[in-house]
């Protein structure tokens, strides 16, 4: 009952939303300390806070253990012999993936081997006493409903919780991501969606509509071969020419072709790449950019195929089901880093970086679900593969950074949604980690994961310097990236824990998805060898990664 | 104006009575402070005034007298400039000093300590008072200090031309700019501020100002910086005094840490208030709450367990202590501090009759959806009575997913009532409450009446059929709004509020903040 509200409209316009309670612990302090030092007028920041008060510290993959792989003779000699059918070297949602299926076929006798503490690669993640937060992937779009195995496992873990009359999959309430969705700042403006729809020209609005229109005509276009010309995985999608000569031009390229010059459509083209492929539009390739866009055709009875499914863990929770649904064993923190071929199989000599251990395991088979660059290395010595040079792969380093924060000062506009970005900004924006709690906001702390695909520089180079910035050089960077989403917000910020992938995901730059090269290198070699994951997609998506695991697992079944 | 300025005949000094020949300018700099400080003077007194007419009510008595009592000030501060001497540049400086801040700090100052002080009127008008005196004294002072720049005749003409130009540019800009888009708090601070820049202004154009002008400074600067850190952070001061919003007086006020609550009372009745939004008025919320409890209660005269989400008031549970037949009341409430101050408040128990602490009540402080998600039991009712659905957080409490939750906590047979806003007002909110309960496999039955605090005010009742009967049970005695008669009239809906297609409130569409935006919108802003 508003009675009494267009009075406090007319005393106070823009009030701001800080919790009280924040305001009176922080917000107190700081004028107290505003008075004392000097006139601070609207609009100047406040000069240099100190960021004493953060407490967090600095994470990521076991890259030290990775990079023995390029010294193996630093590893002690195995102590102790091992036997298994199948070896699966990598426990990221390619391996789980592959491991769930073959025990699902009864094929039980596998051993996977992890070179991190957790299994799950990018769908990693981590918790305080505030939250559980992603350090990776952290959503699925809801699934074209012919992905079936995809709609099985998510039956299985809960997030799909039935059928309706009609056939379409109903999903959980409290894993579809929870309204608001997205918001964009614009000149200090929260604007709802992430299309930027505020303070457009007559001609970029036009330009906005007509690719909208386009991905519409292409989420339905079908190829002279009867396929989907974009498809999830996109092994599905059709081959005919039209669609696939679009994979040898930029999408840069092809927007500029095409006449969409529109600054505001092209930024937000542009993050997309970004945020999905951690390389910008110029990188990508035009088919890899629709498709994007165009493969999005979930259909749900309670949502849409804009809609997402999100848990605070982020695909952890997916990665968390996969590895519970095969009992088989799998050891963490161990790295392989010898393969040779023998009689009877495969031999891989692995080392537990926590034990300090080296065993030599014997198997029938290996399946190397790791990015291609380690499987390159780690078949060094064995012939037949068809493996591209690492250079071939464009793998954007990225920072992750989750943020512990007490209120979040509010500018106008929409209120904080479950992804938050700003136009124009260098990371890829916010997500609220808090976003499905059900329970009644109380202004308490909440946990915020910003991404950062580092993209300035090429890849080696923005890796190289990644691994070279500590944790007091990033935390300034990141403290000053969340001031331009929310001036003032240092005081309120209590953690800020800052994770780095050195190999964040593969980029679809032109040529890799449909030159022959992509085919020909996930071949197995002499049945003995098999290889599962996104790098061979050429997009790292949770889905292409199942699919991944799912089309390696099978190979292996048909061959036994 | 410039030209004016500009003549010769007014910038040089009729004697050499005053300070050493000045720029000829200065005099002309003087009667552009003489605007400025009129603007300001009107400014605060339409500041208090505005504000005495927010806080106390009345607009009519309380302009009429905060305009009284100021000018009666302004008189005292002329009388009294007669006592100054000495250097009267000096005095004049030190003058604008005290103004800025005074003035300045008048509308934050009266806005925050109105919750704190016994008697606020007594602190307005000593407020009113003071700056009436300052703002009374720079007129006459300023007039003695042009008196031998000008001849007499001109001296008065242009002094009040100045003084009445910037009432005239006040009253204007108050209303129309400084109001909607600064604030009351900015704008007397904005005008603090324009008081000390005369200050600074004079104090750096005129040369017999040297002696003292470094120490004016600092404290001119130092005042300056006290404005702007309170002009920077207005909007923070204001998130957490809520005073301004109540027309009555304010007997009670907490924040706790999920909302401020706030009592107000005037001779007629008591209002209760959370985050600023009437929760209830003494006067008319025995229609609510009769409304909210007993149509579901007829329904099911064998019932004993009840639920009551929400409600924190006690007021739903004084009417369910009606039917002696019930066993056990629980009520789940987020907030500790509402609930206790319903059990102990001599004022509210009044008016609740002691429901909270009876010995078949429990109190429970939670999260309702966490609780119920986790509950166990069964209800044979279940009465929800949470606020509107003004944000997404409490839109999650009208979610599909909410009642489905919830209809598996209800007993065979049982059923629920939801208190559902407006079906005049917000239509589309009520319509979007119901096809809710229906989606969660329910059956409803939407019903209304007219609360003359609230409006006319609406409530669905849900239940695993249709079979609900308002006459299944006898209602309890001595009941003042709810009759068999009327709960027949409350069945019926006049074509203005008549069922409209809505979407369903999913937490991930969360459609009712949407239709509750559009619905509420063009009474609020």
């Known amino acids: 009952m508003p009675l009494s509200k267009p009075w406090r409209k007319l005393l106070f316009p823009a009030l701001m939303d800080v919790s009280r309670r924040s305001f009176l612990v922080r917000g107190g302090a700081t004028l107290a300390g505003a008075a004392l030092v000097g006139p601070l007028l609207p609009g100047c920041a406040p000069a240099a806070a100190s960021l004493a008060h953060i407490q967090g510290q600095l994470l990521g993959p076991n890259a030290a253990a990775g990079h023995l792989l390029r010294d193996p003779g630093k590893i002690p000699a195995p102590t102790r012999t091992v036997d298994t059918d199948v070896l699966i070297v990598g426990g990221g949602v390619a391996g789980l993936s592959a491991r769930r299926w073959l025990h699902r076929h009864g094929l039980t006798d596998t051993l996977l081997v992890e070179l991190d503490g957790q299994a799950g690669g990018n769908a990693s993640a981590g918790h305080n006493p505030t939250s559980a937060y992603p350090w990776g992937a952290h959503y699925l779009p809801v699934p074209d409903v012919r992905n079936r195995e995809l709609l099985d496992f998510l039956q299985e873990t809960g997030s799909l919780t039935g059928y309706a009359p009609s056939g379409l999959p109903i999903y959980s309430d409290y894993h579809l991501c929870a309204a608001p969705d997205e918001r964009l700042s614009i000149s200090g403006h929260w604007q709802d969606g992430l299309v930027p729809a505020v303070g457009l020209s007559a001609e970029e609005q036009a330009q906005t509509a007509r690719f909208f229109q386009l991905i519409e005509r292409l989420k339905t276009a079908v190829g002279r071969d009867g396929r989907d010309a974009f498809r999830i995985p996109l092994d599905a999608s059709s081959a005919d020419e039209t669609y696939r000569r679009l994979d040898r031009i930029s999408f840069a390229d092809y927007l500029s072709q095409e006449g969409y010059s529109a600054a505001p459509l092209r930024w937000y083209l542009d993050y997309a790449c970004r945020d999905d492929y951690g390389a910008p539009a110029a990188q990508v390739s035009a088919w890899a950019g629709l498709h994007y866009f165009a493969c999005r055709k979930g259909r749900a009875h309670n949502a849409t195929g804009g809609d997402v499914l999100t848990w605070p863990e982020g695909n952890h929770f997916l990665a968390g089901h996969l590895r519970r649904q095969a009992p088989t064993p799998l050891q963490t923190n161990t790295l392989a880093y010898d393969l040779r071929e023998t009689a009877a199989g495969v031999e891989v000599l692995t080392y537990d970086t926590a034990a300090r251990q080296s065993t030599r395991v014997r198997a029938r088979r290996v399946l190397l679900a790791t990015p291609a660059h380690v499987a390159r290395r780690l078949l060094a010595a064995v012939p037949g593969h068809a493996l591209p040079p690492a250079a071939a792969f464009h793998h954007a380093p990225w920072l992750v950074a989750n943020l512990t924060v007490s209120g979040l000062p509010q500018g106008p506009g929409r209120p904080l949604s479950w992804d938050n970005v700003r136009y124009g900004s260098a990371s890829l924006g916010y997500i609220n980690a808090n976003q499905q709690d059900i329970s009644q906001d109380t202004g308490g702390p909440r946990v915020v994961t910003l991404y950062w695909p580092l993209t300035d520089e090429a890849p080696d180079l923005a890796r190289r310097h990644a691994y070279q910035t500590s944790y007091a050089q990033w935390l300034p960077r990141v403290v000053a990236e969340l001031e331009t989403y929310h001036p003032g917000v240092t005081p309120y910020l209590q953690r800020a824990d800052l994770w780095v992938w050195g190999h964040g995901m593969v980029a679809p730059t032109p040529g890799l998805l449909w030159g022959p090269g992509r085919a020909a290198a996930q071949q197995p070699v002499r049945g003995r060898i098999f290889f599962a994951h996104t790098d061979f997609s050429g997009i790292s998506i949770f889905e292409e990664a199942f699919y991944q695991g799912i089309r390696a697992a099978r190979e292996m079944l048909g061959a036994a | ?525």
């Open chain 2, 1 to 525: 104006m410039a030209e004016l300025l500009d003549e010769p005949a007014l910038g040089a000094p009729v004697t050499d009575a005053g300070a050493p020949a000045a720029d000829a300018r200065l005099p002309g700099l003087l009667l552009v402070a003489v605007a400025v400080i009129a603007t300001c003077g009107l400014i605060y007194e339409l500041i208090a005034g505005t504000l005495a007419s927010y806080l106390l009510g009345d607009s009519v008595t309380q302009f009429s007298t905060i305009i009284g009592a100021y000018l009666f000030a302004m008189g005292i501060g002329s009388w009294l400039s007669k006592f100054l001497d000495g250097p009267l540049l000096k005095w004049f400086i030190r003058l604008e000093i005290l103004v800025g801040i005074v003035g300045g700090c008048m509308a934050p100052l009266l806005f925050l300590l109105f919750e704190y002080v016994t008697s606020f009127r007594l602190l307005l008008y000593a407020l009113v008072g003071l700056t009436g005196v300052l703002v009374g004294l720079e007129i006459p002072l300023l007039m003695r200090i042009l008196e031998h720049r000008f001849p007499f005749k001109d001296l008065v003409a242009r002094v009040f031309t100045f003084d009445y130009v910037g009432a005239l540019l006040a009253s204007l800009i108050f209303p129309l700019v400084l109001v909607p888009h600064l604030g009351l708090i900015r704008t007397s601070l904005l005008f603090g501020a324009l008081n000390l820049v005369v200050a600074s202004v004079v104090l750096a154009r005129f040369a017999e100002t040297r002696p003292y002008r470094r120490r004016f400074a600092g404290g001119i600067g130092a005042a300056l910086a006290g404005l702007g850190a309170l002009f920077y952070f207005a909007n923070d001061l204001l998130a957490h005094t809520e005073t301004l919003a109540f027309q009555d007086q304010v007997i009670y006020s907490k924040s706790t840490p999920y909302q401020r609550i706030v009592l107000t009372r005037n001779p007629r009745e008591l209002r209760l208030f959370l985050n600023g939004n009437l929760q209830f008025s003494s006067l008319d919320e025995y229609r609510y709450h009769e409304a909210l409890v007993h149509p579901l209660m007829q329904a099911l005269p064998s019932a004993r367990r009840v639920l009551v989400l929400g409600g924190g008031d006690g007021l739903a549970v004084r009417e369910l202590l009606k039917y002696k037949q019930l066993t056990s009341i629980r009520l789940v409430d987020l907030d500790p501090g509402m609930t206790q101050l319903f059990r102990h408040s001599p004022l509210l128990l009044a008016l609740n009759k002691g429901a909270l602490n009876d010995p078949k009540v429990q109190v429970i402080s939670a999260d309702a959806y966490q609780w119920v998600r986790a509950d166990t039991a069964r209800y044979d009712a279940v009465i929800v009575d949470f606020p509107d659905p003004s944000n997404y957080s409490i839109g999650k409490l009208y979610s599909a997913a909410f009642y489905t939750a919830l209809t598996k906590r209800l007993a065979p047979g049982g059923r629920l009532v939801v208190q559902s806003t407006s079906p005049y007002l917000a239509r589309q909110s009520f319509w979007c409450v119901a096809h809710t309960l229906q989606a969660a496999g329910l059956h409803v039955v939407p019903y209304h009446l007219y609360v003359p605090s609230f409006g006319e005010w609406g409530y669905v009742l849900a239940g695993p059929d249709a079979q609900w009967r308002g006459d299944a049970g006898p209602l309890p005695a001595g009941l003042r709004y709810v009759t068999a008669g009327t709960i027949h009239d409350m069945l019926r809906f006049p074509p203005d509020m008549a069922e409209v297609p809505t979407e369903v409130n999913q937490l991930n569409n969360q459609a009712l903040v949407r239709y509750f935006e559009e619905d509420w919108g063009p009474y609020v802003h």
